[in-house]
């Protein structure tokens, strides 16, 4: 028996279908229906991500430095959806995850990890959680970084 009206509503909500949105084909697509989002690709649009604080940056002894970054909805909207102008109607969070090689005294990008997660009604007006993980790793010190760039892209 629910005992008010949010513990109702926080069960509606863990109701709500997850769809996962992959990067296949040069389109985002969600996985489980097939639909395209007209996305363009995340990882040339992280412009102004410097002005973002990072959340934290982390070097250890075995592992490489990574610079991590959790965005609020206003940052979200500066950085990323600027440019990809996803329509939601609840932000739920947005993460960077940049991580990086030493080599010859020389920081290099080794891959970058970009997180999204969102909710939208359906034409029913039921809420749906929507959601990418998308990742792109950079190896050879960066050498041929601009063809692994457009190979993933185009």
Same mark, same amino acid.
């Given at each position: &028996?629910?005992? =008010?009206? =949010?513990?109702?509503?926080?069960l509606?909500?863990e109701?709500s +279908? @997850?769809?996962?949105? &992959?990067?296949?084909?040069?389109?985002y697509?969600?996985e489980?229906?097939?639909?395209v989002?007209n996305l +363009?690709?995340?990882?040339?649009?992280?412009?102004?991500i410097? $002005?973002?604080k990072p959340?934290?940056y982390?070097?250890?002894l075995?592992e +490489?430095p990574?610079?991590s970054y959790?965005?609020?909805e206003?940052?979200?909207?500066?950085?990323l959806?600027?440019d990809l102008k996803? #329509?939601y !109607?609840?932000? $739920?969070k947005?993460?960077i995850?940049?991580s990086?090689k @030493?080599?010859e005294?020389k920081?290099?990008i080794? !891959?970058?990890?970009?997180?999204?997660?969102? #909710?939208k009604?359906?034409k029913n007006?039921? &809420?749906i959680?929507?959601?990418?993980? !998308?990742s792109i790793?950079?190896? !050879?010190n =960066?050498? =041929?970084? $601009? $063809?692994?760039y457009f190979?993933y892209?185009?």
């Amino acid at each position: &028996m629910l005992k =008010n009206k =949010n513990q109702e509503q926080d069960l509606k909500q863990e109701d709500s +279908p @997850d769809y996962k949105i &992959m990067y296949t084909n040069n389109q985002y697509k969600v996985e489980k229906t097939g639909k395209v989002f007209n996305l +363009p690709f995340l990882f040339d649009k992280l412009q102004g991500i410097e $002005k973002v604080k990072p959340i934290s940056y982390s070097y250890g002894l075995d592992e +490489p430095p990574s610079v991590s970054y959790k965005l609020n909805e206003r940052e979200f909207q500066k950085v990323l959806n600027d440019d990809l102008k996803i #329509k939601y !109607d609840q932000f $739920k969070k947005a993460t960077i995850l940049i991580s990086l090689k @030493d080599r010859e005294k020389k920081p290099y990008i080794t !891959d970058i990890i970009i997180g999204i997660q969102w #909710k939208k009604k359906d034409k029913n007006g039921k &809420m749906i959680n929507y959601f990418i993980d !998308d990742s792109i790793f950079i190896s !050879d010190n =960066n050498k =041929n970084t $601009k $063809k692994t760039y457009f190979d993933y892209k185009y």
